[in-house]
């Protein structure tokens, strides 16, 4: 064995350049939405082929806005899948909507394309397609089954940079969503971006994110006449981005597609080095999946096959300065949700077991090639 390392699950990869590009912002003095926060949307939409960029706090506030404008409401179903972060359900509620959870696939921990029928009722609005963990969802499978009068918001969350059959994640429903936390591919510390294609979804979303005021605050600013108030026809919130993120941002978008194609050669590594491990499956990466954007590194450690429980698996690694994590969590079996649906974990055996049995390990841009084998053989090293 290899001397001991410490290998966080992620490190975001910031330096100099984010520094810098902060420094415009506190230095001319305008630090909320503005000039960087416009180029910011502009770039990131232009990344991901699509009309509309709107950058939000974060992709859950983003969610909440995007479901408000396809206009999910109180007495609608919105379907979203089981395993996923918390966030996906929580803003179908936020809406005075009804999250129907539905099961997911145990290869790719997506939705399951075979459940999702059953779901649909007559007061279903829309469905949240998650591509957890940077691997689309297969849309055009779930477009064949869904009519069209129901909308298809992607949580795009882990995938920027991802695409589907050679079309990128945030251009394949009415609205995508991505977050820029820091264990994102790229980040501004806490931030969000909401992508469409349609106009007016754009633009309601605009409004609701300024607090429901018709003028943005830039708008207002260079305006000559000082009086000018807007007009508040609807209800918003303040989910605005600052500049000081979108400047971060803008050098981070830069490097998006080279974190990307980092990542995509070491999951690579991973993938050949484990494969005869048999009690563990890397997330599978179906042909539609024209570019993984692996957001994390997921596998599915098969109960009935590996030599001790994942938790003690988990254990051994972080005794050797491995840091792991569980995939993401049943968001069925939360106590939120179970107790307000009285909802039974058996009721998703997919999503249970995906909660109960899949592991992350450490994937991130900071990582050494001596990092990559030193993980590899501590897991060899299991049995
Ligand atoms: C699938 C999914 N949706 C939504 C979110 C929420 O993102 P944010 O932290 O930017 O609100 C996350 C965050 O991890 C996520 O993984």
């Known amino acids: 064995m290899l001397e001991t ?42 990344r991901h082929t699509v009309s509309h960029g709107l950058a939000v706090t974060s992709c859950t506030t983003g969610l909440h806005l995007a479901l408000e404008a396809l206009g999910v409401g109180p007495g609608d179903e919105v379907i ?21 959870f539905c099961d997911v696939d145990r290869e790719t921990f997506n939705i399951k394309i075979e459940d999702i029928a059953s779901k649909i009722t007559n007061k279903t609005k829309a469905i949240v397609l998650v591509h957890l963990f940077g691997l689309c969802a297969d849309v055009d499978a779930v477009k064949a089954i869904v009519p069209p009068h129901i909308k298809i918001l992607e949580d795009a969350a882990c995938a920027a ?44 979303s605009d409004i609701m994110r300024n607090h429901g005021a018709e003028i943005s605050e830039e708008a207002r600013h260079n305006s000559a006449k000082p009086y000018l108030l807007p007009d508040f026809k609807m209800l918003g919130y303040n989910y605005r981005m600052t500049d000081l993120q979108a400047a971060v941002g803008l050098v981070q978008l830069k490097k998006l597609d080279k974190f990307i194609e980092e990542r995509d050669t070491w999951a690579k590594y991973y993938i050949e080095g484990l494969k005869d491990i048999s009690w563990l499956s890397p997330q599978s990466t179906p042909s539609y999946c024209t570019q993984h954007a692996w957001q994390a590194f997921v596998c599915y450690v098969d109960p009935d096959k590996a030599p001790m429980p994942r938790n003690d698996i988990m254990d051994i690694l972080q005794s050797k300065g491995i840091a792991t994590r569980p995939g993401t969590h049943a968001v069925h079996m939360l106590t939120f949700y179970r107790e307000k649906y009285g909802i039974r974990s058996e009721d998703f055996p997919g999503a249970r077991d995906c909660d109960q049995n899949t592991m992350a390990i450490p994937l991130h841009n900071k990582m050494t090639k001596e990092d990559f084998d030193y993980v590899v053989e501590a897991l060899h090293a299991i049995n």
Request: glycine share 10%; hydrophobic share 40%.
């Open 161 to 204: 940079g991802a695409s589907y059959k050679n079309r990128p994640a945030g251009s394949l429903g009415d609205m995508g969503v991505f977050s820029f936390h820091p264990r994102k591919s790229i980040t501004t510390g806490e931030g969000g971006m909401v992508t469409t294609n349609d106009k007016e979804l754009n633009r309601l």
């Open 80 to 100: 979203v899948p089981a395993f996923t972060w918390v966030a996906t359900a929580n803003v179908v509620l936020y809406c005075g909507a009804t999250p129907v």
């Open 5 to 46: 390392r410490k290998i966080h699950i992620a490190l975001p990869s910031t330096g100099e350049e984010e520094w810098q590009a902060a420094r415009e912002p506190l230095l001319n003095g305008w630090l909320t939405q503005g000039p960087k926060v416009a180029e910011f949307e502009k770039e990131f939409a232009a």
